[in-house]
Nanobody
Framework: QVQLVESGGGLVQAGGSLRLSCAAS????????MGWFRRCPGKEREFVAA???????YYADSVKGRFTISRDNAKNTVYLQMNSLKPEDTAVYYC?????????????????WGQGTQVTVSS
């Protein structure tokens, strides 16, 4: 079992920044990949970024160059630094754990999910 708790969401103006955190507990954090997904209003859940235990990272084209995913294995935490935020980044952001360490963009590859944190970007 893995428990995931996101934090750091909030309201920010366009062009601003936020850092999301996802604290994991349960199984050995360093052995699995972590991903961030989001569900924008009226849309399906979509991939944002992923990081494997090795540190390899993957990004959706829509956030490449603006968002950075990182992990601190000592703290069992993964982060999503979001810069140059746009109104279309408004969504509920979820972190997820892939025990097979694939770093996939497919949500079905992930075994555990957090409850989500709301990010609202005003224009």
């Amino acid at each position: 079992q893995v428990q995931l708790v996101e934090s750091g969401g909030g309201l920010v103006q366009a062009g601003g920044s936020l850092r999301l955190s996802c604290a994991a507990s349960g199984r050995t954090f360093r052995s699995y990949a972590m991903g961030w997904f989001r569900r924008c209003p009226g849309k399906e859940r979509e991939f944002v970024a992923a990081i494997r235990w090795s540190g390899s990272t993957y990004y959706a084209d829509s956030v490449k160059g603006r968002f950075t995913i990182s992990r601190d294995n000592a703290k069992n935490t993964v982060y999503l630094q979001m810069n140059s935020l746009k109104p279309e980044d408004t969504a509920v952001y979820y972190c997820a754990a892939d025990l097979s360490d694939r770093g996939s963009s497919l949500s079905r590859r992930y075994d555990y999910w957090g409850q989500g944190t709301q990010v609202t970007v005003s224009s």
